[in-house]
């Protein structure tokens, strides 16, 4: 896959996130259908912010790495800030249902870190 291509896909991913982030927040109501709202509302908040930094991330590469940016990074980056998305957005989630936050949200963390390496070991 060339890296362009790529880069294209991810811009277009975060222009229909960002587009159905706005409409989930103006037009879905909470409370007629709670789980449809907050579940849509996770998922374009996670798709909008992992590829807006996705692309962000991908520039500051391009410019620290002097334009040599491989495919893998950008992926790599990708998947990153969708783990760190995720745990934001079931932060979001704990604060909703009232749950134990500190708790939850380290079990969280230690959770999706260790997917994180367990990802980046087999990769290799």
């Known amino acids: 896959m060339k ?14 996130s960002l587009t159905t982030f706005f409409l989930v927040l103006n037009y879905v109501d909470p409370f007629e259908n709670t789980f449809l709202a907050l579940f849509s509302f996770m998922l374009s908040y996670t798709l909008f912010v992992s590829s807006f930094f996705c692309l962000v991330l991908y520039f500051f590469k391009n410019i620290y790495f002097r334009g040599n940016v491989y495919v893998y ?4 980056s ?3 800030w969708f783990l760190i998305s995720v745990f934001f957005a079931c932060v979001t989630y704990f604060i909703h249902i009232w749950a134990p936050m500190i708790l939850s949200s380290i079990l969280v963390f230690i959770s999706l870190f260790f997917l994180e390496l367990f990802i980046e070991n087999h990769e290799k």
């Open 3 to 16: 890296k362009s291509f790529l880069i294209f896909i991810i811009f277009i991913l975060f222009g229909v």
């Open 73 to 76: 990074n950008i992926l790599s």
């Open 78 to 80: 990708f998947r990153q």
